[in-house]
T-cell receptor, first 110, second 117 residues
Framework: AQSVTQLDSQVPVFEEAPVELRCNYS??????LFWYVQYPNQGLQLLLK??????LVKGINGFEAEFNKSQTSFHLRKPSVHISDTAEYFC????????FGTGTRLQVFP | GAVVSQHPSRVICKSGTSVKIECRSL??????MFWYRQFPKKSLMLMAT?????????EQGVEKDKFLINHASLTLSTLTVTSAHPEDSSFYIC?????????????FGPGTRLTVL
């Protein structure tokens, strides 16, 4: 069975600082990996995805993530965050279903 | 492209009534749609997979008689919460798979906030 672990439930950070949101997964088969962002009372917006190929994936809003097969990780990074990046971030793995992590609340302070 | 809409965006109803939520793919055909439920400050839990023209597949623990799903066309799936109770209050999100893609990327609707009084 597949599973996704987001160890950090909350990540507070000051504006313009770098941030990393951690995601680890477990799967016995090849997977597709995703990061989604959810703003309050809204649905999910795709930030980026890894399907195959280059392990460094660039997404929208300046985010990027690196697929590390040996460490079964897909951490999300941004070199300089904005206040507007405050939101809930979900990592997900997809084989036949989309399995979500528990989410990380990114709080950016001025 | 790949826009998914939900209607209504929020609904308040009395206990014991039924509520229907619509999920539409606006600019593509969706052979498969999914319904998720999200509790406050929690992740999304898959409730069921809805395939056009066939019965929905429910996840373990989801009452199919309470959460009726109908996928009548390639652009519309509906979720009806029957005899709603306060514990059914939640944020319901649908998603749709765009037919003909190499992989099954899901496009999400904006969600429906259900409050049962």
């Amino acid at each position: 069975a597949q599973s996704v672990t987001q160890l950090d439930s909350q990540v507070p950070v000051f504006e313009e600082a770098p941030v990393e949101l951690r995601c680890n997964y477990s799967s016995s088969v090849s997977v597709y990996l995703f990061w989604y962002v959810q703003y309050p009372n809204q649905g999910l917006q795709l930030l980026l995805k890894y399907l195959s190929g280059s392990t460094l994936v660039k997404g929208i809003n300046g985010f990027e993530a690196e697929f590390n097969k040996s460490q079964t990780s897909f951490h999300l990074r941004k070199p300089s965050v904005h206040i507007s990046d405050t939101a809930e971030y979900f990592c997900a793995v997809n084989t036949d279903k989309l399995i979500f992590g528990t989410g990380t609340r990114l709080q950016v302070f001025p | 492209g790949a826009v998914v809409s939900q209607h209504p965006s929020r609904v308040i109803c009395k206990s014991g009534t039924s509520v229907k939520i619509e999920c539409r793919s606006l600019d593509f055909q969706a052979t498969t749609m999914f319904w998720y439920r999200q509790f406050p400050k929690k992740s999304l839990m898959l409730m069921a997979t809805s395939n056009e023209g066939s019965k929905a597949t429910y996840e373990q623990g989801v009452e199919k008689d309470k959460f009726l799903i109908n996928h009548a066309s390639l652009t519309l799936s509906t979720l009806t919460v029957t005899s709603a109770h306060p514990e059914d209050s939640s944020f319901y999100i649908c998603s749709a798979i765009r037919a003909g893609r190499a992989y099954n990327e899901q496009f999400f609707g904006p969600g429906t906030r259900l409050t049962v009084l």
